[in-house]
Nanobody, 123 residues
Framework: QLQAYGGGLVQAGGSLRLSCATSGRTFSSSVMGWFRQAPGKDREFVTAISWSAGSTSSADSVKGRFTISRDNAKNTVYLQMYNLKPEDTAIYYC??????????????????WGQGTLVTVSS
């Protein structure tokens, strides 16, 4: 079970940090990803991180603004967001892949999903 939290209302240019915690035993060997879904749009990939945190990948739209990290001792993955824009408004989901995983945005490889946390960026 994945639990995402930390969303909220922030002004454009502001920052926010999302967290996603799990009690699962396989967290430390799993690829973790963040996705988002804006109103009226399909869900899209944001960023992902390898089990060791040695490799990450991100969508072009968030490169240089968003950073993914993880703490395997706490079974938690983070998404630090800077310089937020109104177009970042979405429900943000964390996801876990624990088998045949790449550090990618391929949704079908992520077996477990959190419930989502809403981020609203006002202009």
């Amino acid at each position: 079970q994945l639990q995402a939290y930390g969303g909220g209302l922030v002004q454009a240019g502001g920052s926010l940090r999302l967290s996603c915690a799990t009690s699962g035993r396989t967290f430390s060997s799993s690829v973790m990803g963040w996705f988002r879904q804006a109103p009226g749009k399909d869900r899209e990939f944001v960023t992902a991180i390898s089990w060791s945190a040695g490799s990450t990948s991100s969508a072009d739209s968030v490169k240089g603004r968003f950073t993914i990290s993880r703490d395997n001792a706490k079974n938690t993955v983070y998404l630090q967001m800077y310089n937020l824009k109104p177009e970042d408004t979405a429900i943000y989901y964390c996801a876990m892949c624990n088998y045949l995983c790449g550090v990618t945005g391929t949704e079908k490889q992520y077996r477990y999903w959190g419930q989502g946390t809403l981020v609203t960026v006002s202009s």
